[in-house]
């Protein structure tokens, strides 16, 4: 789906839960962007994120623990984009993903994407590196902007030959695909102007949070995702282990607003609660639903990274 600035595109068993809330944060860990990574963590990543396709779902589905995370994005898509929520929830989202990686033997930190150090010229990025990144575009050989039904699959890299189990019209299993926009389907460089440092510190600048929200999701966040395109375009774009570390950067770039000015923006909470046209206003009360990916909490036990529940930093 093509993106416009300001528009966002769609994008148990036993439940699994996050590590048990403790009395204090010790020891925060801290986030690290890919490029961090030694090579050896970087493949005991992917190796994690692979391994995810062999775990029982946890959420009682005939599909598995890697599905989880779309099936359950795309089934609450309306309550958690274009609202005041979803900054909060995707910051537990990535947490609970986090600690699937862990379950499945990795040992390091969660990564983030900074594109604002790719913008230059997206697609030569490392993170879409074939051995030590996500892999590339889908088949050139597919244009499915002509009408095609078919699917521009990954060709190299170790996610060539993954099949996700989910579409927006349910249960499918399929390539991971990606159909970058890189100024050949129709004019523009990935959107890349969208996610610059300049536009990212224009953000930063803004001083309330529901305008910071606001421009950030409809901003950088949707650019990124309409820019892969592919799986990274419906509400099931966590399809693509590529949303995690986008929407770790998303995190990021929230938890270095709050930095600014915490006293005031670890607990600044603002915005329509639903995507109603006569909604309430969201509070820091509001419980955030995960469907048994995790329990359901309160928005304000994730205002803050440095908390017992979260313990990170950036």
Not at 155 to 173: C, F, I, K, R, S
Request: net charge negative.
């Amino acid at each position: 789906m093509r993106w416009a600035p300001l528009i966002v595109t769609a994008e148990l068993c036993a439940a699994a839960v996050i590590p048990p809330r403790t009395s204090s944060c010790v020891n925060p860990v801290k986030r690290v962007e890919w490029r961090e990574l030694d090579a050896a963590l970087q493949t005991q990543y992917i190796d994690a994120v692979l391994c995810l396709k062999t775990r029982p779902s946890g959420l009682g589905l005939n599909t598995t623990r890697y599905d989880d995370f779309p099936y359950v994005h795309t089934h609450l898509d309306k309550s958690i984009h274009t609202v005041a929520m979803f900054l909060p929830w995707h910051r537990m989202f990535v947490q609970v993903y986090e600690q699937a990686l862990v379950d499945c033997g990795y040992t390091g930190p969660m990564a983030y994407w900074d594109w604002t150090l790719d913008t230059a010229d997206v697609t030569k990025s490392p993170i879409w590196d074939p051995v030590q990144g996500f892999g590339g575009n889908g088949d050139p050989s597919i244009d499915p902007w002509t009408g095609s039904s078919k699917k521009k699959c990954l060709v190299d890299g170790p996610l060539q030959g993954l099949e996700p189990a989910y579409t927006m019209g349910g249960y499918e299993p399929h390539c991971l695909a990606r159909n970058w926009n890189s100024g050949v389907a129709f004019p523009g460089d990935m959107f890349a102007q969208h996610y610059t440092k300049e536009a990212v510190d224009t953000i930063h600048a803004l001083e309330d949070y529901a305008s910071f929200r606001y421009r950030l999701e409809g901003g950088p966040h949707g650019a990124v995702h309409s820019a892969i395109g592919g799986d990274m375009s419906p509400a099931t774009s966590p399809n693509d282990p590529l949303f995690f570390l986008h929407h770790t950067q998303v995190d990021r770039l929230w938890a270095l607003w709050q930095r600014e000015n915490p006293g005031v923006r670890n607990m600044e909470y603002a915005g329509p609660k639903t995507q109603d046209e006569n909604t309430a206003e969201a509070t820091l009360d509001d419980i955030m639903p995960f469907m048994g990916l995790t329990e359901d909490i309160k928005v304000s036990e994730v205002m803050e990274i440095q908390t017992p529940g979260l313990c990170y930093t950036y």
